[in-house]
């Protein structure tokens, strides 16, 4: 069983990880190198937790005790109530959810594992690539996606943002602790990896030679990665020129592109299995 502990002193060194929350470039640093990442609002936390992530802490406010109080019996971390002024003090907003939880991350699974285990149907495996999406929202929605429309497995490049980062957990629902991911080291030579795993390797792209997401989609290839590039100048020629396909989605009324997470949905659902 969790302590309860009252806090009533801001700059208390317990609240450590759940300071200046808003501050993006500060959290974006400090989370990797402490690790630790934050769940936000009572269905992440639990999410998190069942997903196998260990809590660190959590910080409630006082009506959120009875609410998480079997979470607070389960889990030995130490569990700090205050009031919402003073949660919203130390994280810098004002916290609708009423409770935050400092949680534990994970070593990333290596490539090969994550390709082999994506759990295998017989009619075959989805996975999904992100290029360098930097935007959090962006990233949450895309693997909210993911987990929705049955990829297995998504992998990111190097400069992709944080997936568990505040908002992109948030945005994602805590999909982003459900789908199992992983960052590639060597991008975009990686490519060739999913080759050598059997996946063809499809670019969404606006290229004029492209064919048309349901002419892949009617191909039915049993082992299908699709990549989606980054929010302004979608996928690098690097990208693109190692793909086995380019893919694109018809426009019409002179919209040119999707939001990225709007073209993953899209092309999650169109080659789902
Ligand atoms: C906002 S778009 C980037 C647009 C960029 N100007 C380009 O030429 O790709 C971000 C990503 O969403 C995907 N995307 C958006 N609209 C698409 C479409 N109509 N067809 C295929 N992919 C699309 C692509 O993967 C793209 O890299």
Redesign the pocket.
Known sequence: MAELITIDDPDDPRLHDYTSLTDVELRRRREPAEGLFIAEGEKVIRRARDAGYRMRSMLLSAKWVDVMRDVIEEVPAPVYAVTPALAEQVTGYHVHRGALASMQRKPLPAVDELLDAAPARDEGRRVAIF?DIVDHANLGAAFRSAAALGVDAVFLSPRCADPLYRRAVKVSMGAVLQVPWTRLESWPKDIERFRRQGFVTA????ADK?IT?PELAARRYGRLAL?????????SVDALRAADEW?????SAGV?????A???AV?FYATRL
């Not at 670019?203 to 606006?206: E, G, I, K, R, V």
């Not at 893919?247 to 426009?251: G, T």
């Open positions: 290029e670019a969404l792209c606006l492209a997401l990549m989606l590039g980054t929010e302004g100048d979608g996928l893919v694109s989605i018809p426009m040119d592109s999707l939001n990225v709007a073209a993953s092309a």
